[in-house]
Nanobody, 125 residues
Framework: QVQLQESGPGLVKPSQTLSLTCTVS??????????WSWIRQSPGKGLEWMGA???????YASPSLKSRTSISRDTSKNQFSLQLSSVTPEDTAVYYC?????????????????WGQGTQVTVSS
């Protein structure tokens, strides 16, 4: 069974960088035809896809967040990470990592089969 676990600070100050790591077990982040996404959920915007890195290391990002978002991976640790810079209180949300399946409709459509439990991140001074 594939498991994903988010980790990182739960409180970030405005203008700083939010940094989270997703540790994957039960499957490799380099396995063909999967991608690894960051998704967040807030009362104001609901569920919002932020970006992803695929099994080859190629990056994808939401246009609205691309300028502030960086997704990287460490294959030796089977981890991938999110860096969101210049945060504001509007970035307060529950952040999830999830595995996506690269199918024939990728990237126009996205499908996920495993999710982390989510981690609350609050942006506040």
């Amino acid at each position: 069974q594939v498991q994903l676990q988010e980790s990182g600070p739960g409180l970030v100050k405005p203008s700083q960088t939010l940094s989270l790591t997703c540790t994957v077990s039960g499957g490799s982040i380099t396995t063909n035809y999967y991608y690894w996404s960051w998704i967040r959920q807030s009362p104001g915007k609901g569920l919002e896809w932020m970006g992803a890195i695929d099994y080859e290391g190629s990056n994808y990002a939401s246009p609205s967040l691309k300028s502030r978002t960086s997704i990287s991976r460490d294959t030796s640790k089977n981890q991938f990470s999110l860096q969101l810079s210049s945060v504001t209180p509007e970035d307060t949300a529950v952040y999830y990592c999830a595995r996506g399946i690269i199918g024939s409709s990728w990237p126009q459509r996205r499908e996920y089969d495993y999710w982390g439990q989510g981690t609350q991140v609050t942006v506040s001074s």
